[in-house]
RNA sequence: GCACGCCUAGCUCAGUUGGUUAGAGCAUCGCAUUUACACUGCGAGGGUCAGGGGUUCGAAUCCCUUGGCGUGCACCA
């Protein structure tokens, strides 16, 4: 019986309907795919959906990689794996508070006007909506990902996990509080981590001033007001009659002062006059000089930016508002020497907002990435956080796919500092950690150079929130008022998310074996800009609190650019909005746009040409189905029959594709697969077989088997493209085969 | 400064461990016209694989070098 289908395909009459069935048919869910049922379960294969932000609509770099994963999913289910994509949001704690913030600014008002409740409960209103939106996007794009397991990071059970790795590190030393100069972006006012500090080049003054009868060099005037110690190098033999310890009185910025002479080898000789004056609280080098040799720490510029009282007159003032006074006034008094115009250096910037960092010292709680540490529970030596992540690339129980993000993931790992996990926000998961009351009152808490458990024993880690006394005097307890960096938590997702599914299973009596079963996963798929936020961190901690890699092979994808290889940015105008080129072309056309030419964490040129040709693709399958289709039923479509030249030239080509695309998937060469398929079903299959059965067919000796080839070729491509373009696959199977069977859970393509 | 990568057709890019005549998409040009599909078919032009040197029977591919472009990390007052 020959089927009449449109002349071509309209993906808007079938995408929704179709991602219906799927999800209807509850095979998302690995615990119900055939295998399992029939007792025969396959090996599993998990892969986590990287947590899509909760505070933006998806863009076209969340389809790049949600169509690499579908098809790293849909290729296991069809072998027959049990294949579990667990999809997940994160809370993005920094990202979405600045978000949020943003918004709050638009309506006239701001984080500081509010309550912390208050503004806990809005930006969780606002992140709610968000996801919706993106796990809307996330079906538009075809991704067969389970979600009767979506999770969100704010979870409890997933705080849970977060809470006892926590504890569990803070027991086995890896976690300490530290008073030490952080990153401090003024507008956020939060600490942040190096990796969220972006260096910028600038040409600015630098002033040389008389200090005494030495002339030092600084570009920065306005945080000199309580400088007092005068460094520099030992071997400098300039400077060679002053002795260490020397004191001198000089005439400064506010008045007569006694600085005192240091000499330490961290000082440039080379640099300026080599002699400089030190400003412990607000600059990292002077604060590590000063840390070492025990000198005093005094801070001069508060947390917004403002300058205190040790500035005199200038009490209040905005830095940059200051600066240029302060050198009028050391002009007045004779103390320029002269100034350098053209002073080149790199400044450090916010990376989210650009404002200039302005280091402080605020205590923060850190992990250390290099000490090797005893286990608390086990007693065993155990390497360092770093040692392990690079023992699992040495030992190949992770792989990063493409060399070339081994070298750079070494690189960093060579060069890692401890990591600060607390920030100073109130969108993200809180730190579970009591105070004494008494005695964070009696020391000003983030005064410099103080640490608030000096009162009163230690803080103390209360997972469960149930500590109410000071266990040193019995008095009240404050509870820390920072959340965590959210790259914590998310650092903990693929272990995290199956525990807190289990626990979720568990509490209501169904059988909880998610981690058991699905851990640790095959795969990690993210942009190669998380790296080291993102993936260095899951190893670290996956080895940390599971003896076991986090996954085995991470797969990076670039970055999606236009067609001019600009990155896209709103303001350019060259964004490509996801769901709107779905709208006009399709998701099987974006899906292998974003597929086709492109190998693994090399950026991506889009244009709307590719997409569009994408869609011609689709449609020549549709009307190759269609042509088949019209020729009615085969006899059957299992076993083809290599009778004239054109059927050999043809199936030996199959399954020359057959094992390439096979091939080629298993090596995460998606491109190359993609490209076989395309060539091998335009240009062979459509072009030249399909050519040639047209006299095939006009001869009743060959027409039966030249049906079934058809139909044995085209259902070998359906199946072979399905992970690819599964909308229209699946839609040509269901009009060829009827709706019962799906084409997402044949059985992968073998070869004849 | 430390590290990494890239340079292949007009454009955007593929090219796995070295192995036929170096490929695709788009673009260009010619031909075909009620065809499963114009969202088409057939065909053509277009490359010193950045330059130079080396290893090899053989190099876009490996090594050295020069030039150009880019990225990550660090960062000096």
């Known amino acids: 019986m020959s089927k009449d289908l449109p002349k071509s395909y309209n ?6 309907a179709i991602y219906t069935r799927w999800e209807a048919s509850g095979f998302f869910d690995p615990d119900n795919l055939p295998a399992a049922e029939a007792g025969l379960p396959g090996e599993p294969f998990t892969i986590m959906l990287p947590l899509p932000n909760a505070n933006a609509p998806l863009h076209v770099g969340h389809a790049l990689g949600l169509t690499v994963q579908d098809i790293l999913t849909r290729f296991a289910r069809m072998r027959g794996r049990r294949a579990l994509w667990l999809p997940g949001t994160d809370h993005a704690g920094f990202e979405t508070q600045v978000v949020f913030e943003k918004k709050l600014e638009k309506e006239g008002t701001s984080r500081f006007k509010m309550t912390r409740e208050e503004f806990y409960k809005a930006c969780w209103n606002f992140v709610q909506e968000n996801k919706h939106l993106s796990e809307q996007g996330i079906r538009r794009l075809g991704a067969s990902c389970d979600w009767s397991r979506n999770i969100f990071s704010l979870d409890p059970e997933i705080v849970k996990v977060v809470y006892e790795t926590f504890k569990k590190m803070h027991a086995d030393g ?63 033999k300039r400077y060679a009659k002053y002795k260490e310890g020397d004191k001198l009185n000089l005439e400064w910025i ?17 640099f ?32 917004r930016g403002k300058l205190l009282p040790i500035a005199g007159e200038f009490v209040g003032q905005k830095i940059m508002d200051a600066r240029s006074l302060i050198v009028e006034k050391l002009r ?49 030596e155990r390497p360092s956080l770093r040692d392990m992540a690079v023992a699992a690339l040495d030992t190949k129980e992770v792989e990063i796919v493409t060399e070339k993000f081994e070298k750079i993931f070494r690189h960093w790992m060579a060069n890692i500092r401890d990591w600060p996990i607390s920030r100073q926000i109130w969108w993200g998961i809180p730190i579970p950690v009591k105070y004494c009351k008494q005695s964070l009152e009696s020391l000003p808490r983030r005064q410099a150079g103080k640490v608030e458990s000096q009162a009163c024993g230690q803080p103390v880690v209360d997972i469960e929130n149930k500590i109410d006394t000071c266990v040193g005097c019995g008095g009240g307890v404050i509870a820390d008022p920072d959340t965590f960096d959210t790259w914590f938590s998310s650092g903990q997702w693929p272990y995290a998310t199956l ?5 979720k299973k568990a509490a209501v009596g169904q059988p909880a074996n998610d981690f058991a079963t699905y851990f640790p996963t095959q795969v990690m798929e993210t942009g190669w800009d998380i790296l080291f936020f993102w993936v260095a961190r899951m190893v670290m901690l996956s080895y940390y609190r599971t003896n076991k890699p986090p996954f085995a092979k991470v797969f990076l994808h670039g970055l999606v650019r236009d067609k001019d290889r600009q990155k896209m940015s709103k303001s350019k105008g060259n964004v490509i909005d996801p769901l709107g080129v779905i709208d006009m072309y399709g998701t099987d056309a974006l899906r292998f746009a974003l597929i086709f030419s492109t190998a693994a964490g090399n950026d991506i040129p ?15 399958l549709w009307n190759i189905a269609r042509y088949i289709a019209a ?23 199959l399954n020359a594709t057959i094992i390439a695309v096979t091939n080629n998937l298993e090596n995460f060469r998606l491109h190359e697969a993609a490209q076989s398929l395309y060539d091998f079903t335009w240009h062979e299959f459509a072009d030249i077989y399909i050519e040639a059965t047209k006299t095939q067919l006009l001869n009743s000796e060959s027409k039966n088997f030249t049906i079934q080839n058809l139909y044995y070729i085209l259902n070998n491509v359906l199946k072979l493209l399905h992970p690819f373009m599964p909308f229209v696959t699946e839609a040509i199977w269901s009009e060829l085969y009827g709706q019962e069977k799906l084409l997402m859970v044949e059985p992968w393509p073998v070869t004849k």
């Not at 008045?255 to 961290?266: C, Q, R, S, Y």
């Not at 059957?636 to 054109?646: I, Y």
Request: net charge negative.
């Open 11 to 16: 993906h808007a009459d079938y995408e929704s």
């Open 631 to 653: 020729l009615g039923e085969p006899l059957t479509t299992a076993v083809p029959e290599a009778k004239t030249p054109a059927d050999q030239i043809i199936l030996e080509k």
């Open 606 to 620: 889009l244009a709307e040409d590719k997409i569009k040709g994408m869609k011609h693709f689709a449609n020549k």
């Open 174 to 236: 890896l976690i300490y509080r530290g008073n030490r100069i952080c990153n401090w972006c003024p507008k956020h006012q939060t600490g942040l981590a190096d990796l969220e500090t972006k260096y910028e080049e600038r040409i600015e003054q630098f002033y040389y001033f008389k200090y005494g009868p030495f002339v030092i060099g600084t570009s920065r005037p306005e945080t000199k007001f309580g400088d007092k110690y005068v460094v520099m190098h030992p071997d400098d």
């Open 254 to 270: 506010n008045g007569p002062t006694v600085a005192t002479i240091i000499k330490d080898k961290a000082v440039d000789m080379e």
């Open 272 to 303: 300026g006059t080599g002699v400089m004056t030190i400003t412990p609280a607000h600059d990292a080098v002077d604060f590590e000089i000063a840390e070492r040799r025990k000198l005093d720490i005094e801070e001069v510029i508060d947390k």
């Open 499 to 503: 525990m807190a599914s289990d626990a």
């Open 332 to 380: 007045a008094k004779g103390l320029v020497d002269h100034i350098d115009d053209k002073y080149t250096h790199n400044v450090q910037l916010c990376y989210k907002c650009g404002n200039l960092i302005e280091p402080q010292i605020v205590p923060q709680w850190y992990i250390k990435m290099t000490a090797s540490f005893t286990d608390n529970e086990t007693k065993q």
